[in-house]
């Protein structure tokens, strides 16, 4: 028995301990390539000089960064003063994104609990019917969504033969059609870690909370919501941090008075007339506003973890 244990080998086993930085080469490889190089050529892009005709002069330069920050004037020989266009701009940034986290919060979470409270056998089903739209390109659905929303769109139509209005309601390049963008694209992204922390729990906890004569109300507040809160915090930062930097919804519903931060950084990139400097501080700025909310969620969560 003891030589059957051995050659079937041990949780603690580590088999190819050896080899295991090869193992994962491939892996750190496509990280770096992929994901750390790009950033890091945007961070040295962010402090040179632009060039009159488009691209970059190999000088060091706070140019951009204090073009984000400070308005020095026509001539930039005024004394500076804080520059609200591009803040405003950030901060229509991270409340549209916030809302856009919210709605699909208190349409995810119903949505993952209804799933997960299926027969084992319908849950593909519903799975399957939440993440088909997304098997087609963005720019694909937000330009559908366009369709739907403007003033002589399907939906205008519907309401007007209803009666329910007498004249079109304008919606397209309106905050309100940025919003219903960003939520439409990011929804499912809210539905399946939800719906994966639900799965997993215990409804015999609730059973136990109603036999001590706790409410639903009271059940989902004190037991359900600590219990899925890990799925709820996954669902709320991978809504959050894409509809941060979200453009295309922005640009195709939104308009020119709607503008978001990736809206921003990717002017700064089309043609000559693009400053990359200034488009590289935005996503500087961008970058560090969202590693301070994945770290504050972390330390939360840590946090949680050492309560428990």
Not at 119 to 139: A, D, K, S
Not at 169 to 178: F, G, K, S
Not at 282 to 308: F, N, P
Request: one cysteine or more; aromatic letters at 14%; proline letters at 6%.
């Amino acid at each position: 028995m003891a030589g059957g244990a051995a050659s079937g080998g041990s949780a603690t086993t580590d088999t190819y301990k050896d080899a295991r930085g090869w193992l994962l080469m491939p892996a750190w490889s496509v990280l770096l390539v992929l994901s750390l190089a790009p950033v890091f050529m945007m961070l040295v892009y962010s402090f040179l000089t632009k060039e009159f005709r488009g691209g970059v002069i190999w000088e060091f330069s706070l140019a951009a960064y204090d073009q984000f920050f400070f308005d020095r004037g026509l001539f930039g020989d005024d004394p500076p003063v804080i520059e609200w266009t591009y803040l405003t701009i950030f901060w229509r940034s991270i409340w549209q994104a916030g809302a856009a986290t919210i709605l699909s919060l208190l349409i995810g979470f119903p949505t993952a609990y209804y799933i997960a409270t299926r027969p084992e056998n319908v849950r593909p089903v519903w799975l399957f019917l939440i993440t088909i739209p997304y098997w087609v390109n963005l720019l694909i659905r937000t330009v559908s969504m366009k369709f739907l929303l403007r003033d002589q769109g399907p939906l205008n139509d519907l309401l007007m033969s209803t009666g329910l209005i007498s004249e079109p309601i304008h919606i397209i390049n309106t905050n309100l059609a940025v919003q219903l963008g960003l939520f439409y694209s990011y929804l499912p992204f809210m539905v399946l870690p939800i719906y994966a922390a639900v799965e997993r729990y215990n409804f015999a906890l609730s059973e136990a909370a109603a036999d001590l004569y706790a409410n639903k109300w009271v059940t989902l507040r004190r037991v359900l919501l600590p219990a899925v809160k890990p799925g709820v915090v996954a669902g709320c930062i991978l809504v959050f941090v894409p509809s941060l930097g979200a453009f295309l919804a922005p640009d195709l519903l939104g308009g020119a008075k709607n503008f978001m931060i990736g809206s921003l950084i990717e002017e700064q990139f089309k043609g000559n007339a693009g400053n990359w400097p200034f488009g590289a501080a935005a996503s500087m700025v961008l970058l560090t506003m969202v590693l301070i909310i994945l770290l504050i969620c972390a330390r939360q969560q840590s946090k949680a973890g050492k309560e428990v």
